[in-house]
T-cell receptor
Framework: QKEVEQNSGPLSVPEGAIASLNCTYS??????FFWYRQYSGKSPELIMS????GDKEDGRFTAQLNKASQYVSLLIRDSQPSDSATYLC???????????FGTGTKLQVIP | GAGVSQSPRYKVTKRGQDVALRCDPI?????LYWYRQALGQGPEFLTY????????KSGLPNDRFSAERPEGSISTLTIQRTEQRDSAMYRC??????????????FGSGTQLSVL
């Protein structure tokens, strides 16, 4: 079982719609959760971090964490073509420094 | 510098040669990570440094891979006797503090390694 699992996509949504990206993780002692965005040919960049159960909102982005279900999600409201990228879920376990990434979900926002 | 700097940007080598990849993190960043990323995949953890101490090398695939950060700043990832399967993008990332504090990873542009 992979430590961090994501559907590779592509996920296609029309412009202005809500994009929902999902991630599951295997280790219950995971402590820190991140969403990175990676444009084609570029490096990953952090867009959201979340540490406790519930929702965390930042502009058009909302991260959701459910530790009981070992599930992290990212919602992008009012999706724009510029949001088209691969979204990487990343997890760090308590007591460890290693940050483990999923394979990423490719998002396509159709104008 | 303004960001994480990696060199060379591209490296083409012949099978069996040794290569050294360099990472210059953001000034003052304590934590330094090396990742390897294959096309269409997420970054795969290789190793982690806290200052000059290599605290986790669990992701290094085999003993041909090694890394150092002797003065707690610039780091070098060395691959000995390269093989075609080593071909990938090698990315370095740094962060200001260790885990539990500011955990944002800043990635460099990467070194694209091609082993012929």
């Amino acid at each position: 079982q992979k430590e961090v699992e994501q559907n590779s996509g592509p996920l296609s949504v029309p412009e202005g719609a809500i994009a929902s990206l999902n991630c599951t993780y295997s280790d219950r002692v995971s402590q820190s959760f991140f969403w990175y965005r990676q444009y084609s040919g570029k490096s990953p960049e952090l867009i959201m971090s979340i540490y406790s159960n519930g929702d965390k909102e930042d502009g058009r982005f909302t991260a959701q964490l459910n530790k009981a279900s070992q599930y992290v999600s990212l919602l992008i409201r009012d999706s724009q073509p510029s949001d088209s990228a691969t979204y990487l879920c990343a997890v760090r376990k308590q007591g460890y420094q290693k940050v483990t990434f999923g394979t990423g979900t490719k998002l396509q926002v159709i104008p | 510098g303004a960001g994480v700097s990696q060199s060379p940007r591209y490296k083409v080598t012949k099978r069996g040669q040794d290569v050294a990849l360099r990472c210059d993190p953001i000034s003052g960043h304590v934590s330094l990570y090396w990742y390897r990323q294959a096309l269409g995949q997420g970054p795969e953890f290789l190793t982690y440094f806290n200052y000059e101490a290599q605290q986790d090398k669990s992701g290094l695939p085999n003993d041909r891979f090694s890394a150092e950060r002797p003065e707690g700043s610039i780091s070098t990832l060395t691959i000995q006797r390269t093989e075609q399967r080593d071909s990938a993008m090698y990315r370095c990332a740094s962060s200001l503090q260790g885990p539990g504090q500011s955990e944002k990873l800043f990635f460099g542009s990467g070194t694209q390694l091609s082993v012929l």
